[in-house]
């Protein structure tokens, strides 16, 4: 049984110091869970930006990782919505 490869796309950005942004939920973040959070996002944008400006070119800062032998026990995994998850969270938190 084969199975397709699992692909990840891998970027090494530096990390920029910003400044904390205002909360505008009622939820309570610390600034490190702040700078995390922007760090990764920040990180992903330049990935996709980085990602679509290299199109047919050979190589740049983004490539692709491939695993050669996916890991079998991950088959039936599914990708969580974060968005979806946290509005199921917040409406189950107000009825309560």
Not at 69 to 75: E, F, G, I
């Amino acid at each position: 049984m084969t199975s397709s490869p699992v692909s990840r796309v891998v970027y090494n950005g530096k990390r920029n110091s910003s400044p904390r942004s205002p909360s505008n939920s009622s939820e309570i973040f610390t600034p490190a869970h702040e700078e995390n959070v922007r760090f990764i996002y920040e990180a992903w944008q330049c990935v996709e930006r980085d990602l679509h400006s290299q199109k047919g070119s050979e190589r740049g800062l983004v490539e692709e990782y491939v695993e050669k032998m996916p890991n079998p026990s991950l088959k039936a995994f599914k990708p969580v919505d974060l968005s979806d998850l946290k509005r199921r969270n917040t409406q189950d938190a107000k009825k309560s």
